[in-house]
T-cell receptor, first 112, second 114 residues
Framework: QKEVEQNSGPLSVPEGAIASLNCTYS??????FFWYRQYSGKSPELIMS????GDKEDGRFTAQLNKASQYVSLLIRDSQPSDSATYLC????????????FGTGTRLLVSP | GAVVSQHPSWVICKSGTSVKIECRSL??????MFWYRQFPKQSLMLMAT?????????EQGVEKDKFLINHASLTLSTLTVTSAHPEDSSFYIC??????????FGNGTRLTVT
């Protein structure tokens, strides 16, 4: 069983729609959770971080964490073509959230 | 926010040669930096944790004698791929964090070994 699992996609949504990206993790001791966006050939860029159960909103992005079910999700409202990228879920078991385990990423395609 | 600079952004080398990649924290001091590798269509895999002033900690399956890491100052870590082979061709990414933020990544180095 992979430590961090994501559907590879691609997830296709029309412009203006809500994109929902999901991630499950296996280690119940995980403390910190992150979503990174990676454009092709580029380095990952931090989008959201979440540490406690519930929702966390930042602009068009909402991260949701459910530790009991061991899943974390990312919602992107009003999706734009520029949101088309691969979204990586990353999990850390240490409170210093330094050592990250990444999922394989979900490719999102937003069509105009 | 925290800025991590990586150099070079791409490099092509011949099989058997060595390549050095630099990772710098520009506006903060990083006692710990991390080196990741990403093959096409795969996720980032942690190779090693670079600790300032001490030996790096390598992940299982990563050859420490092949991937030499030096973290001589609080703002610089280097990764040297020794005796590179075509299978070492990959995207190498370093990361670091200051005390108040999650990890930020350098822009990565695309290594092609011919």
């Amino acid at each position: 069983q992979k430590e961090v699992e994501q559907n590879s996609g691609p997830l296709s949504v029309p412009e203006g729609a809500i994109a929902s990206l999901n991630c499950t993790y296996s280690d119940r001791g995980s403390q910190s959770f992150f979503w990174y966006r990676q454009y092709s050939g580029k380095s990952p860029e931090l989008i959201m971080s979440i540490y406690s159960n519930g929702d966390k909103e930042d602009g068009r992005f909402t991260a949701q964490l459910n530790k009991a079910s061991q899943y974390v999700s990312l919602l992107i409202r009003d999706s734009q073509p520029s949101d088309s990228a691969t979204y990586l879920c990353a999990v850390s078991t240490d409170t210093g959230f330094q050592k990250l385990v990444f999922g394989t990423g979900t490719r999102l395609l937003v069509s105009p | 926010g925290a800025v991590v600079s990586q150099h070079p952004s791409w490099v092509i080398c011949k099989s058997g040669t060595s390549v050095k990649i630099e990772c710098r924290s520009l506006d903060f001091q990083a006692t710990t930096m991390f080196w990741y590798r990403q093959f096409p269509k795969q996720s980032l895999m942690l190779m090693a944790t670079s600790n300032e002033g001490s030996k790096a900690t390598y992940e299982q399956g990563v050859e420490k004698d092949k991937f030499l890491i030096n973290h001589a100052s609080l703002t610089l870590s280097t990764l040297t791929v020794t005796s590179a082979h075509p299978e070492d061709s990959s995207f190498y990414i370093c990361s670091a964090r200051d005390s108040n933020s999650p990890l930020h990544f350098g822009n990565g180095t695309r290594l092609t070994v011919t």
